[in-house]
Nanobody, 122 residues
Framework: QVQLVESGGGLVQAGGSLKLSCAVSGVTSSRYAMGWFRQAPGKEREFVSG????????YYADSVKGRFTISRDNARNTVYLQMNSLKPEDTAVYYC???????????????WGKGTLVTVSS
């Protein structure tokens, strides 16, 4: 079956960096737009970033523009999220997502990962 497995979360101080990875199995990842969502404690899940099937286009939430970078390696069935200049408000569970529609906007997610926790301390 299709699985999306996130890794790379952890505890980091404000201003620091983390790189998240999402390994895809059970499906050819190149058929899907891939992206990241996050859910902070007590808040709704929100879109963070997406990348088109071929990696040619990306899209970011305003809150992370200039700090986060999404990329993908279809040969390795993996998508990444490089997070720099982290802020306490970035603290959340980060979820990997796949959208067969192929758009970097991830309008309709087909598959979700189980999430990885990122905690940013002051």
């Amino acid at each position: 079956q299709v699985q999306l497995v996130e890794s790379g979360g952890g505890l980091v101080q404000a201003g620091g960096s983390l790189k998240l990875s999402c390994a895809v199995s059970g499906v050819t990842s190149s058929r899907y737009a891939m992206g990241w969502f996050r859910q902070a404690p007590g808040k709704e899940r929100e879109f963070v970033s997406g990348i088109r099937r071929n990696g040619g286009s990306t899209y970011y939430a305003d809150s992370v523009k200039g700090r986060f970078t999404i990329s993908r390696d279809n040969a390795r069935n993996t998508v990444y999220l490089q997070m720099n200049s982290l802020k306490p408000e970035d603290t959340a569970v980060y979820y990997c997502a796949a959208d067969l529609g192929g758009s970097e906007y991830l309008r309709s997610v087909n598959y979700w990962g189980k999430g990885t926790l990122v905690t940013v301390s002051s």
